[in-house]
């Protein structure tokens, strides 16, 4: 196991205490709820609003819950819709105009989430969305000129991840190297523990983390629960839906921009930009301005937009990327190869929403696995 050196066992009792300590904190707490037909990040008022019992089965294109035949709170992978949606939101207000006597004037103090909100405690993030978060840090707040809502959200924000137990049939973090279990990045991580009594592991990752950890009703870790959250982690890496071969990718996608498998992929690419949307990772924006009728006001939103549409890439003159082919292209070269020029990792943390919300079901890693399998290697004497 990583560090135990200030892990506990905590009840269920314990679980609802730490819920507790963080809303009189004032965080306004945040964790995987059951919302149409999903698990998706809702309010949590107590252990009660989680997903008990309730686990998912997801494939390209596909997705459902499905009864467990036990008592897990997070027994699920991770949820349909990702944390992106909550530290960077889908639709922002930026700034709102009004027509004055003297000119006009601006007001950019109401945009929600700005700093002075609740800040969010955020319960059951996973170790793939942990990582997605990392690089949205990068992205979003570490550069010359920050995205000052998602920078103060982030800041105060405390995160509480549960180590995935039980991934589905699209997840491939093991690949990416960025789970199931948490290394980093988090206030506090739990281990849920099914066997025998319902209990889990707590290890404290900031200072803050271990403050809340003192206050809760705890026991000393035992070494045979240390031993089953191995297995626990052990067993879910055993069952990664997916694998994804790394191995020099950047190179294998430079050096393959003319592949014929781009036409094949573009044949069944819809550009609906679906796994732009659902993926933790992807930033792209676009703006619109909203203005009443009278041209007395004015709203200025920052929306989410996607490397799909063809206007993404419109400039004087016409779109560079006119085709799906181009735009698929652009899309998983960015991810899996140009994404490490430009912020040092790769894109992708391997929480497998893109193939499972597509939906003629296009399979990132079967898309890989294609253009690797037509390279030279020694097998066929160099030649493809
Ligand atoms: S590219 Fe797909 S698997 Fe990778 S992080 Fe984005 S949504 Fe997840
Ligand atoms: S790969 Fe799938 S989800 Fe993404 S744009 Fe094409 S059809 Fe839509």
Redesign the pocket.
């Known amino acids: 196991m990583a560090d135990t050196r200030s892990a506990v066992t905590l009840d269920l009792r314990g679980l609802q205490v730490l819920l507790d300590v963080l809303g009189r904190m004032g965080f306004t707490v945040l964790g995987p709820v059951v919302r149409d037909g999903a698990v998706v990040p809702g309010r949590l008022g107590s252990v009660e609003d989680l997903p008990r019992g309730v686990g998912d089965v997801q494939e390209p294109g596909s997705y459902r819950l499905r009864q467990r035949d036990d008592e897990a709170l997070f027994g699920y992978a991770a949820d349909a819709v990702s944390w992106k949606s909550v530290l960077f939101p889908s639709r922002e207000l930026v700034w709102e105009g009004r027509r004055t006597e003297e000119g006009f004037e601006v007001d950019a103090g109401k945009r929600p989430g700005r700093l002075g909100d609740q800040p969010y405690a955020i319960l059951g993030i996973r170790s793939?969305d942990l990582h997605?978060l990392a690089i949205h840090d990068r992205v979003l707040r570490d550069r010359t000129y920050a995205d000052e809502p998602y920078t103060a959200r982030r800041k105060d924000a405390f995160l509480v991840t549960v180590d995935c137990s039980d991934p589905s049939g699209t997840c491939?973090c093991v690949s990416m190297g960025t789970g199931p279990r948490a290394e980093s990045g988090y206030d506090l991580a739990l281990t849920e523990l099914l066997d025998g009594r319902h209990t889990f592991v707590a290890r404290a990752g900031t200072e803050r983390g271990a403050v809340v950890l003192d206050r809760l009703p705890s026991q000393p870790v035992e070494p045979p629960e240390v031993r089953e959250a191995d297995e626990v982690t052990a067993r879910a890496r055993r069952r990664m839906g997916r694998t994804m071969d790394t191995t020099d990718i950047r190179t294998l996608l430079y050096d393959n921009a003319e592949h014929t498998r781009w036409d094949d992929v573009a044949s069944r690419c819809l550009s609906c930009g679906n796994?732009t949307m659902?993926?933790?990772?992807?930033f792209c924006t676009s703006t619109e301005d909203h203005t009443s009728l009278s041209g007395d006001e004015t709203e200025h939103w920052r929306i989410w937009d996607s490397c799909f549409n063809t206007d993404f890439s419109f400039m004087h003159g016409g779109a560079v990327r006119s085709s799906p082919k181009s735009r698929y292209r652009q899309w998983m070269t960015h991810?899996l190869a140009s994404w490490i020029d430009q912020f040092g990792t790769s894109?992708?943390?391997?929480?497998?929403?893109?193939?499972t919300w597509c939906p003629v079901g296009i399979d990132?890693t079967e898309e890989v696995a294609a253009i690797r399998a037509d390279q030279p290697s020694p097998e066929n004497d160099g030649r493809r």
Not at 278 to 282: H, L, Q, R
Not at 347 to 355: D, M, P, S
């Open positions: 793939c997605a491939f796994c659902v993926c933790p990772t992807c991810k894109g992708c943390v391997g929480c497998g929403r893109c193939l990132i």
